[in-house]
């Protein structure tokens, strides 16, 4: 349930399901619930290691938008709750 409100935020239109914003989206709500799974379960390595390579990834649509789209960038960094 939370993927679909997560998709229909950044969904540049109906049928978008690749767009930075939209990666964006669905890997900040997954780090979201990747994090609440870590801070339960500290020795969870492997959660450990995907949620670094998520925030990696996430990391780098961020990098490419910035390069290709500002003002995109800066509502999207707002929208999530990341510092611009």
């Known amino acids: 349930m939370a993927k679909q409100t997560q998709e229909n935020v950044f969904q540049r239109h109906e049928r978008d399901t690749g767009s930075p ?10 780090i979201a619930m990747l994090q609440a799974h870590v801070a339960a379960n500290a020795k969870d ?9 998520k925030v990696a990834k996430r ?10 789209d500002l003002d995109t960038y800066t509502k999207i960094s707002k929208k999530i709750g990341l510092k611009v």
């Open 59 to 68: 990391r780098s649509f961020l990098r490419y938008l910035k390069a290709r």
């Open 21 to 30: 914003e939209m990666q964006i989206g669905l890997l900040s709500s997954e």
């Open 45 to 53: 390595y492997d959660a450990k290691r995907s949620l670094l390579k």
